[in-house]
């Protein structure tokens, strides 16, 4: 048995209550999921794996930490996010009953228990930001972000000319006040 997830167990199978843990990391061969957003070929995972010897096989648990990449769902620029997969087997003892996971050769196989967890751990909507706008549905372009920045844009000439005046009748109006004043 080989393969970058499998963990030898030798020392504590039909050993309960003896525990071991190990800490690995592991370049995908091949990509995971199929969506629009999926752990890629060459991307790494950062594991952190618990066995724990039972009764009835070898109890494993763990987290991988991976990124995901490919675009947001709504305005399809190209994003790439950490997450935290959480997984949790028992690879039973083979003999009575038929189970998916089995402790072989005295070594457990992680792969399809850390795939299947990673890739429900992908987002069905992934985003860029939570409240992504969008694209425009006249032009097709990506909508930018309502950041407030609208306030600092520079006003119309036009209506910037009509600031002037009124800024100047302001002054001339406060003057009159002055002269009526002395
Ligand atoms: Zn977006």
Known sequence: MNGPFVLPVRDIVRRPGE???????????????EGIVAFEAGSELDL???LESVHEGILVSGT???EYSGVCGRCLIDITRPVEVEFQELFAYPGEEETDFEVQDDHVDLETLVRDAAVLAL??????????????????????????????A?????????????????????????????
């Open 19 to 33: 525990m071991r843990e190990h800490e690995f990391s592991v370049t995908l061969k091949d990509g995971w999921g």
């Open 123 to 152: 987002p069905f909507q992934p985003v860029c930001q939570p409240d992504c706008p969008g694209l425009d549905p006249e032009t097709g372009e990506r909508l930018t972000e309502s950041t407030g920045t609208e306030h600092a």
């Open 64 to 66: 991988a930490d991976a």
């Open 48 to 50: 952190d794996v618990r």
């Open 154 to 182: 520079p006003i119309d000439p036009r209506w910037s000319a009509l600031q002037n005046i009124t800024d100047q009748d302001g002054t001339e109006e406060s003057r009159a006040a002055e002269k009526e004043e002395s």
